[in-house]
C-alpha cells in the first residue's frame, strides 16, 4: 500500500470556494458527542461532505476522517485504514500485529481487544468520520461496524456520510435514542442559502427568478450548482429557467455519470421504466414492468436515497425528484424509444382498472393510443371547461387525429371553446354546422341523443361568448332557449343552465343600470357555482363584480372580492395562466391606490410571471402599465423610463379604446411628470378624443383614462402658461363627464372628475371653489381610502390640501395621509430609504424654532394660507413671510410641503 494514498484517504477534503456556511446543520452535528451514531445519509450531490468538512474545520473536538472507496470493502483493508485514521487522534493501536494472528476471526479476536485498546486509550471524546460509506458492498464489514457500534467506547463518536442507508438496525437504534441523522430534507438548499450561494457565484437573480430556481431544483445543492453555472452564459435567466429539463446536458452527465453508472443493472432498468410516472405505487410498478416484486425494490430505492420520497404515511405511493425524473426519461428515450408506448399504455390500463380516469386520459394520450383516449377526453370534456383547463384540454385535443374530433359531439364543444380562448373567429358557427351534420348523420338512439346533449353544451358556449362580447340580451334569450331543450330528468344540466341564465340576467341588469339587483344576483351565482363544483361561472360573476366595485370606488369590498378569488385559485387547483394574471394584477392596483406599494409590488410578481407565461399581449401590457405607475410613485425614472419603451413597442392598437392605448396613456404620464406639455398635448391629438366630444353614455375604463389624461394636459398647461383657454375646455370636459357617471354611482369616476375640476379652479384663481370641489371628492374618497389619485398629483394638490384642512377638521387625519404620499411621491430615493429606516434619525434643526415660529408652523401644517395665519395670530401678512422664510431656512427645506414632512420627522408637530 503507497503512503500518499493513505494518506490521502485521510486527509479531510477542502471546502469548496463557494461554500455557504449552514450553521442550524452544524449545531445539530455539534451534538454528535451525545449519541454513539450520526447518519448523514442523501442523495448524490446533496452537501453531504461539504457539511461534515465544515464541522470538522469548526469543532473542538478531535476528528478523525477516513474517505472510503469501493476497494475498501475487504474487512483486512478496512481495518487497516481504520487503524491509520485512530493513529491521527493519537491513538496508536496493534491492528496490523491482531490481524497477522487471527486472519480469519475479525470479531471475537480481532475487535474485541481493539474495542479495548479505544476505551483504555481514549481520555475525551472524539469522532471518527467514515465518508461515503455507500461505497462498502461487504457483508464482512458491515458486521464489523455492527459489532463495533454495539460495543463503542462511551467517548468514542461515529459519523457516517452516505448516499444510502447501511444495513444496520436503525429502527432499533432510533427508538433507543442510540441515533442522530440528518437527511435530504434538512440538507435541501433554503431561499436565502440559494440566494448567498449565487452571490458567492457572482450571479444575482430577480426574487421571481431565485423563486423559480428554487421550486426547478428542490433545494437540491448539486442542481443549484449545475444550474447556475450554466445561467452565467444565459442572459435571459428567466426564459432559461422555464425551458430547464431534466436532459440539460450538465444535469444528463450528472446523472449518468454520478448515480446511474454506479447501480446494478436491475436497479438503472426499474429507474429508467418507472421514470413515466408522476407517482409510482408496488401495483402499478408491477404492471408496468411486468414484475411482482416492486414493492421490494421501491423501498431499496428511499432506502438508498435514489431521489425518491414517499408521498403518503403509509409508504404506497411515492414520486422522483423533478430533475432527476426528466433526467432519466431522456435516458430512457435514447436508450429505449419504442418502449415508452407501451409503458404509458400499461399505466393508462391500470389506471383505468383502479377509477382513476384523469390519469388514465393522460397516459393513452402519451402512449397515442386514440381509440382508448377519445372516450376517456370526452369523460373530462365538461370538467376541464368548468373548471378553465383549457391548456390541459388543448394537449390532449392536439394529439388526436383531426377526423375523430370532428365525428365526436363532445370533442367538437371543447374546439369550439379552445378556438374562442385562443380568440380565433367562426368558432360558434363552424361548431354549429359539424353538430347539425352530425346529428344527421346518425340514426341510431344513442348516437343522435348524444349529438343532441352537446348541442345543449354548445348553447352553455355561446352564452358566454355573448356575455362577453356585452351582448346580454342576446345571453339571456339563448340561457332561456337551452333550459327550453333540457328534459326534466336531467336535473343536473337543468341547475347548470339555470345559473347560466341567472348570470345572464345579471349582465343585463348591469347594462341597465339596476346595479344593486346585479351585486345580489352576481354574488348568488358565485356562491352557488363554486358549491356545484363548476367555476367557470363563479369566475364570470366574480369578475362581473370586480368592475362593478372599481367604478362605485368600492375599495374595500373589492379587496375581499379579490381574496375571495385567491381562495378560489386555490380550493380548485385553478391554473388557468390569463386569469391569474388579472387577478393580482388588479389586486396590486387596488394595493398601489392604498399607497401599499411594496405590498403592490408583491402582489405584481404572480402577475407578471402569469402575463408571460400566458403569452397574452394585452395582459402583459396591463402588468407593465401597474409596474411603470409604481416607478412613477417612487420616483425611480431609469426604471420608469425603460417600462415605458416596453409599453410602446408592445402597443400594437391604433383604436384609443382598445388596451393597447396603455402605451399612449404610459407616455403622457411620463410627460407630464417631466412637465414637457407641449409634447403630451401634441401626443393626445392624435388619440381621436376631443374636450368636446358628444357623449351619451358613461366611457368605458380605458376610454375614461384617456379623457382623464386629456384634462390633466389641459390644465397643467393652462397653468404653467396661465392661460385660460385650455383650463376652461378641460371644464367643459369635466362637466360633461360628471353627470354621465353620477346617474349610475360610479363613485371612483366621480372622485377623479371632482379632483381635477378643484386643479382646473385652482390654476385659474378661483380658491374656494376649488376647494368646495376637492371637499366633495374627499368626503367621497375618504370612506373607502383613495390614497395616489390625490398624491400622484404632486404639489398643486398638496397645497389645496393643506388649504382645505382649515376648513376640514374632521377630515385631518385623512388629509394628513394624503399629504404625506405626495411628499413620498416627490422625495428622492435616498429621502425615501431615510425615512423607512427607523434607525437612520434625521439631521437636527440648523438653529432652534422660536414660540412665535412654532405657532407659524402648527397653522402651516393645518393649510393655513398667510392671511388665515396672520388673521388668527393677529399680526401682519408681511411678518407672517418673514416667519415662514426664517422656518424654511432653519428645517432646510425649500417649500411648505417639505416643511410639513420635515416637521413631522422632527416631531415638532
Not at 385535443?397 to 363532445?410: D, F, M
Request: glycine share 4%.
Amino acid at each position: 500500500m503507497k503512503e500518499t494514498l493513505l494518506t490521502t484517504k485521510l486527509l479531510v477534503p477542502r471546502l469548496p470556494v463557494q461554500h455557504i456556511p449552514r450553521q442550524h446543520l452544524i449545531a445539530h452535528l455539534e451534538s454528535c458527542k451525545l449519541f454513539p451514531l450520526t447518519l448523514v445519509s442523501a442523495p448524490a450531490g446533496s452537501g453531504k461532505t461539504t457539511l461534515l468538512v465544515e464541522w470538522v474545520r469548526r469543532t473542538s473536538m478531535p476528528v478523525s476522517w477516513l474517505s472510503l472507496e469501493t476497494g475498501d470493502s475487504d474487512f483486512t483493508r478496512f481495518l487497516t485504514y481504520l487503524g491509520a485514521s485512530l493513529r491521527t487522534l493519537g491513538i496508536h493501536l496493534s491492528i496490523e500485529e491482531l490481524l497477522s494472528s487471527n486472519p480469519t476471526s475479525p470479531q471475537e479476536r480481532v475487535l474485541i481487544p481493539l474495542i479495548n485498546d479505544l476505551d483504555a486509550s481514549l481520555s475525551t471524546d472524539v469522532a471518527l468520520v467514515l465518508d461515503d460509506y455507500h461505497l462498502i458492498e461487504s457483508e464482512a464489514v458491515h458486521l464489523i461496524l455492527l459489532f463495533l457500534l454495539e460495543h463503542l467506547p462511551q467517548r468514542l463518536h461515529l459519523i457516517l456520510g452516505t448516499r444510502s442507508d447501511p444495513p444496520l438496525p436503525l429502527v432499533r437504534w432510533r427508538a433507543r435514542g442510540f441515533l442522530s441523522e440528518i437527511r435530504a430534507q434538512a440538507l435541501r438548499f433554503t431561499s436565502p442559502e440559494i440566494q448567498s450561494f449565487l452571490h458567492r457565484m457572482q450571479l444575482e437573480l430577480a426574487p421571481a427568478t431565485l423563486r423559480h430556481l428554487e421550486e426547478r431544483t428542490e433545494g437540491w445543492a448539486a442542481g443549484i450548482q449545475l444550474v447556475a453555472l450554466a445561467l452565467r452564459h444565459h442572459h435571459d435567466h428567466d426564459t432559461f429557467l422555464r425551458q430547464l429539463r431534466g436532459s440539460s446536458h450538465f444535469l444528463l452527465e450528472y446523472v449518468h455519470e454520478e448515480i446511474l453508472a454506479n447501480l446494478p443493472q436491475e436497479v438503472r432498468t426499474f429507474l429508467l421504466r418507472t421514470s413515466i410516472l408522476e407517482r409510482m405505487t408496488a401495483s402499478l410498478c408491477d404492471t408496468l414492468l411486468e414484475r411482482t416484486d416492486s414493492q421490494t425494490m421501491l423501498k431499496y430505492l428511499r432506502q438508498a436515497n435514489l431521489f425518491v420520497s414517499a408521498l403518503d404515511e403509509t409508504g404506497e405511493w411515492y414520486c422522483y425528484h423533478g430533475l432527476f425524473a426528466e433526467g432519466l426519461r431522456y435516458h430512457l428515450s435514447q436508450q429505449e424509444p419504442d418502449l415508452v408506448s407501451t409503458l404509458c399504455h400499461r399505466a393508462s390500463i391500470w389506471y383505468e382498472e383502479h377509477g382513476m380516469l384523469f390519469e388514465a386520459c393522460e397516459y393513452a394520450v402519451q402512449a397515442k393510443d386514440v381509440p382508448r383516449a377519445i372516450p376517456l377526453i370526452e369523460h373530462h370534456v365538461r370538467y376541464l371547461i368548468g373548471h378553465l383547463e383549457f391548456s390541459l384540454l388543448h394537449r390532449w385535443l392536439s394529439q388526436l387525429p383531426r377526423e375523430s374530433i370532428t365525428h365526436r359531439p363532445l370533442l367538437v364543444v371543447a374546439s369550439a371553446w379552445l378556438l374562442f380562448i385562443q380568440g380565433q373567429g367562426g368558432y360558434r358557427e363552424q361548431s354549429i354546422t359539424q353538430l347539425q351534420e352530425g346529428g344527421q348523420g346518425h340514426v341510431e338512439p344513442l348516437d343522435h341523443a348524444e349529438w343532441a346533449e352537446a348541442q345543449v353544451d354548445l348553447h352553455f358556449f355561446s352564452v358566454i361568448q355573448a356575455l362577453l362580447t356585452h351582448k346580454s340580451s342576446q345571453a339571456v334569450a339563448l340561457a332561456q332557449r337551452t333550459l327550453e331543450l333540457l328534459p326534466a330528468y336531467r336535473e343536473d344540466l337543468r341547475h347548470l343552465g339555470s345559473l347560466y341564465l341567472r348570470l345572464a340576467e345579471c349582465a343585463h341588469q348591469l347594462r341597465a343600470g339596476d346595479f344593486a339587483a346585479a351585486e345580489r344576483g352576481l354574488i348568488e351565482v358565485s356562491t352557488q357555482t363554486n358549491a356545484a363544483d363548476y367555476p367557470l361561472l363563479s369566475v364570470l360573476a366574480m369578475t362581473d363584480l370586480a368592475e362593478l366595485y372599481e367604478a362605485q370606488g368600492a375599495l374595500p369590498k373589492l379587496a375581499r372580492l379579490y381574496q375571495q378569488l385567491f381562495q378560489l385559485f386555490r380550493s380548485k387547483n385553478l391554473a388557468l395562466p390569463e386569469l391569474i394574471a388579472w387577478a393580482y394584477m388588479k389586486y396590486a392596483e387596488l394595493l398601489l391606490e392604498w399607497n401599499q406599494v411594496d405590498a403592490s409590488e408583491e402582489a405584481l410578481k404572480p402577475a407578471l410571471a402569469a402575463s408571460q407565461q400566458s403569452q397574452t399581449n394585452a395582459l402583459m401590457l396591463s402588468c407593465r402599465f401597474v409596474q411603470f405607475r409604481m416607478c412613477l410613485a417612487r420616483r425611480r425614472e431609469a426604471d420608469a423610463l425603460t417600462l415605458l419603451h416596453e409599453l410602446e413597442t408592445g402597443d400594437e392598437s391604433t383604436e384609443p379604446g382598445a388596451t393597447g392605448g396603455i402605451g399612449m396613456l404610459a407616455r403622457i404620464r411620463w410627460l407630464l411628470h417631466q412637465g414637457k406639455l407641449d409634447e403630451a398635448q401634441a401626443r393626445l391629438q392624435t388619440s381621436g378624443v376631443g374636450y368636446d366630444d358628444p357623449l351619451k353614455e358613461p366611457p368605458g375604463a380605458q376610454l375614461f383614462m384617456l379623457y382623464m389624461s386629456l384634462a390633466r394636459v389641459l390644465i397643467a398647461h393652462g397653468r404653467s402658461f396661465s392661460q385660460h383657454l385650455p383650463i376652461k375646455q378641460a371644464l367643459t370636459l369635466l362637466d360633461r363627464l360628471y353627470p354621465l357617471y353620477e346617474q349610475v354611482g360610479f363613485a371612483g369616476r366621480i372622485i377623479e372628475i371632482l379632483l381635477l375640476k378643484s386643479l382646473a379652479f385652482s390654476a385659474q384663481g378661483e380658491t374656494q371653489a376649488a376647494l368646495s370641489q376637492l371637499s366633495h371628492a374627499l368626503s367621497l374618497a375618504e370612506p373607502d381610502g383613495f390614497v395616489r389619485l390625490f398624491a400622484d398629483e404632486g404639489e398643486p394638490m398638496a397645497r389645496l390640501l393643506m388649504r382645505l384642512a382649515v376648513q376640514k377638521p374632521g377630515s385631518a387625519s385623512y388629509i394628513r395621509t394624503l399629504l404625506d404620499a405626495t411628499s413620498f411621491a416627490s422625495a428622492s430615493e435616498q429621502e425615501k430609504e431615510q425615512r423607512q429606516h427607523a434607525s437612520v434619525s434625521p439631521p437636527p434643526l440648523l438653529e432652534a424654532l422660536s414660540a412665535r415660529e412654532m405657532e407659524v408652523l402648527e397653522l402651516l401644517v393645518a393649510g393655513a394660507a398667510n392671511q388665515e395665519i396672520a388673521a388668527q395670530l393677529v399680526i401682519s401678512p408681511n411678518t407672517v413671510k418673514r416667519h415662514v422664510k426664517h422656518i424654511l431656512a432653519k428645517l432646510a427645506v425649500t417649500n411648505r410641503t417639505q416643511a410639513v414632512v420635515r416637521a413631522r420627522e422632527l416631531r415638532l408637530v
